[in-house]
């Protein structure tokens, strides 16, 4: 058969397979095995084999295997040997390449093409696609039998590549031979895909096994909801981020949110990785290394939990810098192939018929160096951007375990730390916001840290190799300015940290200006205030200015080092090496300048990673002390509660052991054997327990304090009665709310013991015994006690969510819940009714709103025991009534609920079943109101004197609901509902509208950013970025110019024979003049360009918010009653931080990685024009994947951003209502609702993370295309064309530079987009119209004194609060003469403060007008008219600072003034105990005083103006009934001869008044003497009055 053989009668394609130079190669005399052709042809067998036996099966089956895929991912089963296999795939196909490569180079040394030597390689590659194809589409369709076709392919081919292997070796071929080794590696990969093969036979058992295994996805895959897929798809999709890009596409198409993103895997949830960590840390507790401090313990945990997958981070990380390299290597390599004529690698040899070349002459081959350093960026690129991943998603889930520690911490935290200072809510929220960020980052740049050493050296050895001592020369200075790097960076981070606290107290003085600012603008103190937000930001602006200079430093050292350390080497060599081998050709010159780049990127980076570290130390420490501060005793739930838990206690329950003794009563002689050992303390327990039979708290001899020193509750002996009625009183600050905290167990007990009762479930004997022999603790376990604190603690969630508090819905209970709080009228109002979101702290509420919620929350629950704290403050007399007669004593009654009581209001005394009398925290006495009568008759007579004044009113039921302001005006509801139907009706346009406005950057945004710089720096930033780039094509130009002029030197020396040195010699110096005075001018260059960013950014930053304070004080009441004050306070924090810091960072690199990038494509379209046809495809794909991979970052960045503002308040809202949780016994609620934040705001970190790592490696491997087709045409014109081998090395160092900066145009791009929606927000606030403070008359023209009798004239007056809304005061017309009081009342909604704000000029005048001692207000500047009055609001507001500025802000008031408002707002000995007196601290909210006593400090506030007006606007809310008297007498004579106007809060205190004014629906009903309105039965007045009797 094999005679047909015969050279005559072969055809033309058989003669080019084999060759038709050399006939010898189709001899077939001594075997076919021993013919080289043959070999080949026989390696094509099992490539058909394949092609031919898959193509038909993939086809038939594509359709339905896909649709499989995209329908679900379930059916993702890895076989066994997964990742192996595609690791193996993956290196077969690069050595098929080198095969095609080495075939087709020794193909050039034969005089006809011999197909052979490299065709069967590309059928090899053909066919190593299609099998890694195949497999993937079975495995994923989960049929594993169709693999017998790869494991018949795996075994033909490696016979075949063995026979050809051991034939070579036969034929005296060896190592020395490039095409032996690859022969030797493919036999080798083909034999390990082989065992492969074989190995998912045996594991999965599906050819001739007869039961195969059964295999079940992972639970993550069977959940609909996980869309994240990394870690289940194939190594591919892994590496090259496949998976993600219909996601990303789709973003184009439809706004991602939560629901887009789905679940996390199980492996990255919150709980699984704190449960990790929870066990790393009690591995290190049982090895005894956690110590009371230190955190070297944590460290060790955080290694155990989550160092594996860092450690493979840092490997890819080494690989990844190991091919880094290549590319300078490459680069050196293809500019001395073009530039050197001789070759001194061996020649081929030529056995079995053809050639045969060695790995040198093969790596001497420019066109290989070509697309081996296309392969090495490529998979650089790959392991780079995998190290990355890996990095952050352990980072990440480091994060999320933190968090979830710090958490669980929290729940157990002892109230006092919070209360007194010791750990804000602020501090905690920085712990989880930034500290735990702190570790994130640093195991992110955790390979950075190892990998540095290694490229280091790498990098300077290599230096070595190409330059001589003068490399090390260059890498010594890049050294020796390192640690100034590291200086810079330090103070840096110094500015940041200064920057930070001027930051932090900016915030706090407009935090509180905007919660105060109706306040400032009636007292007309906007102005000293924002003078005070101003002085905060000037010293802010300098610690900015600052940290400015020192990014600028920054900037500039790491453009300017390198460019000094060329300049230094290449001065150096050509003195040192201009007559050596090392002389200065194209070679090494960019060879060099490519190193210098990858070695100087790890000394930049350097600093960060340093300061990065230090920062994660420093977390840590703080980490561990809030780990290690103080927890409360913490009681278990009953139910998981056993004997042995408590076997210490020596406390036994009361309730228990009067059980016990009626059974021994009874004589149970097991009982009696049980309990023979506690005889002796029986006899002791069971007299008191007899007595206390009925009592369900007791507290004996009990000392409790916030802090360690003197207690704040002393000899505290209580008790309260089960199913009864107990209410605590005693003056503002007496220990009230302090006894029920320590009752809760939420104070420092310093002695005695606190017991709480309650009936078991069961009497059976086991029971008891388990009870009684357990021995309880002094703090008894608790069941959910139901708390309404004094200061309303509210969740950021509906008004139903915050009544129900995760009860289960009933809707008769609910409705009654919500009738007996009186809420139904404040639901109308509100747009959603109960389904309406109350914001952060209940921000859209009113205080009373806020209080009947928190206890409608306190009676929906069905709880024995509720606990009501002073919950009468912010109510008026209506609603207080209404609440206890209907809340307390019918519906908590009807119940026999234990209510506990705090409260002011002495009128309800005779309801309470029991009281205990507090004092100066201690019990002043407790009893019944009849013991208490007979004990403490002083105490009595002075209870029943502030009671007889409303006596009536405890026997009359009221039956007047009362409705509150509403926050939603009727016409704005009206207004909302109408845009609802419109954009109902439009639905689809706006979002198209939308898609489209997401596709687009925002332009107008980046003018307005650019204007704010001004006409001097805006030219100079441009113009400086510019002339620097173009200086530093110009400097790399110079640089081939010379080189090529050396190389030219060279070749024209060698041609002239010189013998002489001076001869042969090149002059070096003027090329080196020119090279210095260019490198100096850049590196002024680069000065200039860091300053001009910076100080650009600077400028901007002042100007933006400058101007959006201004607006913000001269806004109209309207913007911050519709505006959600969070929205205004973020346009100040978030937006404005990002303006000050992050912009000008971003525009920086945006301008230098885009100028870079147009200057790169710039050059390599000069050197091969060729060039510009292959960017065309290129420039289209990037357009495309930025257009994509903005929308979808800008989401996924705000999906972030707004999911972890709810994981941080949730945390603050924790904090703050920790009491409330823990009474409520809600600990493991609020726990999981933290795991749902944590997992929601890092499924979208990962989401974010994984789309810049598909982006980074689509724009790197177009980087890498970039590079190879500058390489192959910038070769081609080189041997062509004669191109000169400096132009080549620049083109390619260039081409290399586009992979470094391409993914950085997109990423700084959609980052920018990003933050100039800041810059949008910001311009549309600044826009807003403000007030007109200009008046027709000028201050100097006001009267002197005025207003001087107080003489309000208001004739014909309509008012509105917004030109779109309708009038709320019409037509009204009164005359208040000097000195007049006049109490205005009506119902809510009437217009009552309308009419007090008219006064002061806040609301829109439509007709009328208001004339004040003869002047019409209209005609006064504002800052002048509001100066003039004085005004008590309801709702107290102090400032932090001292008290004096809290009363006098302007300083005009004396001492003595001071002390006199102080004395008779009743609050002269609260200030003189204070350190200080005067000058003693308010922190900020007046936290540090009572809600009565703040209410107090506003009443001394409007005594020190001392203006002929006052106007009271429910100003007597939240104090008790005692100080209101006072403070009623008080308010009559020290303003006897000014003009008060009161509006009504108890209809008794205007009793008094000279004149009452009865308001309806915004006009005047009745205007007259209040004993006049008395005498008319029908008036409505009088109605008023009779309905509070």
Known sequence: MMRGYRPTPVSNSTLS?????????YKVDNGLLNNGCFLDALGVVPHVFLLFSTFPILFIGWGSQSSKVHIHHSTWLHFPGHNFRWLLTVVLLFVLVCEIAEGIVSDGFNQSRHLHLYMPAGLGMLAAITSIIYYHNIETSNFPKLLIALLIYWTLAFITKTIKFVKYDDHGIGLMQLRFCITGLLALLYGLLLGVEVN???????????????????????????????????????????????FITSAHKRPIDLKTIGKLPISMRALTNFQRLRKAFDTQAEKGLVPLKGSRWIWLALRQAFGRPLVLSITFRFIADLLGFAGPLCISGIVHHISSDNHSALPPVKLLGVHFISSEAFLANAYVLAVLLFLALLLQRTFLQASYYVAIETGIKLRAALQTKIYNKIMRLCTSNMSMGDMTTAQICSLVARDTNHLMWFFFLCPNLCAMPVQIVMGVLLLYSLLGVSALIGATVILILAPLQYFVATRLSRAQKSTLEYTSERLKKTNELLRGIKLLKLYAWEHIFRSSVEETRRQELRNLRTFALYTSLSIFMNAAIPIAAVLTIFAVHVHVHSATDFDLSPAVAFGSLSLFHILVTPLFLLSSVLHSTVKALVSVQKLSEFLGSTEIEIDQDPAGQTAATEHNSNIKSVYALQLQAKLVNRKNKA??????????????????????????????????????????????????????????????????????????????KISGNITWNSLPKSDSEENLRAQYLSGRQSLKTRGSVAYASQRPWLLNATVEENILFDMAPNEKRYKEVIEVCQLQPDLDTLPHGDQTVIGERGIILSG??????????????????????????????????????????KFLRQEKRTVVLVTHKLQYLPHADWIIAMRDG?????????????????LFEQWRALMNRQDKENTTELKRKSFRRPMYSTDTLATEDEDEDSTTSTDEDSLRAELRHRTTIPWSSFATYLRSAGLLLLPLLVLSQLTKHTLMVAIDFWLAHWTSRVIAAQIGSAERNCTSTKDCEFSHSSYLQVFCGLCALGIVLCLITSLAVEWTGLRVSRELHCSLLRTIVLAPMRLFETTPLGNILNRFSADTNTIDQHIPVTLECLSRSTLLCVSAVGVISYVTPLFLIALLPLAVACYFIQKYFRVASRDLQQLEDSTEMPLLSHYSQTIEGLTTIRAFRHEQRFKKKLLEHTDANNISSLFLMAANRWLEVRMEYIGAFVVLIAAVTSISNALCSQLSAGLVGLGLTYALMVSNYLNWIVRNLADMEVQLGCVKRVSGLIHTQPESYDGLMTPAQVPAGWPKYGEIQIKNLSVRYDSSLKPVLRHVSAHIRPGQKVG?????????????????????????????????????????????????????????????????????????????????????????????GLDAMVTEGGENFSQGQRQLFCLARAFVRKSSILIMDEATASIDMATESILQKVVMTAFADRTVVTIAHRVHTILGSDVVIVMKHGAILEYDEPDVLLEQKDSVFSAFVRADK
């Open 200 to 246: 998912v036979v045996l594991r999965r058992r599906y050819m001739w096994f007869p039961c195969p295994t059964e295999v079940k996805p992972p639970d993550d895959l069977q959940d609909l909801g996980v869309r994240f897929l990394q870690p289940f798809v194939n190594l591919l999709s892994k590496s090259t981020y496949w998976w993600m890009n219909t």
């Open 17 to 25: 397979f084999c060759g038709s130079d050399n006939s010898s190669a």
């Open 671 to 748: 009982k009696q054997d049980v309990n023979r050992n506690f005889e002796q303390q029986d006899q002791e327990l069971t007299a008191s327990a007899n007595q206390d039979e009925d009592t369900c708290i007791k507290i004996v001899n009990g000392y409790f304090t916030w802090t360690e020193g003197c207690p704040t509750l002393i000899n505290i002996d209580i008790k309260v009665p089960f199913g009864q009625l107990t209410m605590i009183v005693g003056q503002v600050g007496c220990g009230k709310s302090s006894l029920l905290l320590a009752a809760l167990g939420e104070m420092q």
């Open 848 to 889: 009373g709103q806020r209080q009947r919620i928190s206890v409608a929350r306190a009676l929906y629950q069905q709880t024995n025991v509720v606990f009501l704290d002073d919950p009468f403050s912010a109510l008026d007399i209506h609603l207080s009534d209404h609440l206890m007669h209907e809340g307390i004593l």
């Open 1384 to 1476: 205005i009342c009506g119902r809510t909604g009437s217009g009552k403060s309308s009419f007090s704000l008219a006064l002061f000029r806040m609301l829109d005048t439509i007709e009328g007008q208001i004339a004040i001692d003869g002047i019409d207000i209209a005609k006064l500047p504002l800052q002048t008219l509001r100066s003039k009055f004085s005004i008590i609001l309801q709702d107290p507001i102090l400032f932090s600072g001292t008290i004096r500025f809290n009363l006098d802000p302007e300083r005009k008031a004396t001492d003595q003034m001071l002390w006199e408002a102080l004395e008779i707002a009743q609050l002269m000995p609260v200030v003189k105990a204070l350190p200080g």
């Open 922 to 938: 201690t019990v002043q006495t407790q009893g019944t109101l009849k013991d208490i009568q007979c004990a403490e008759p002083e």
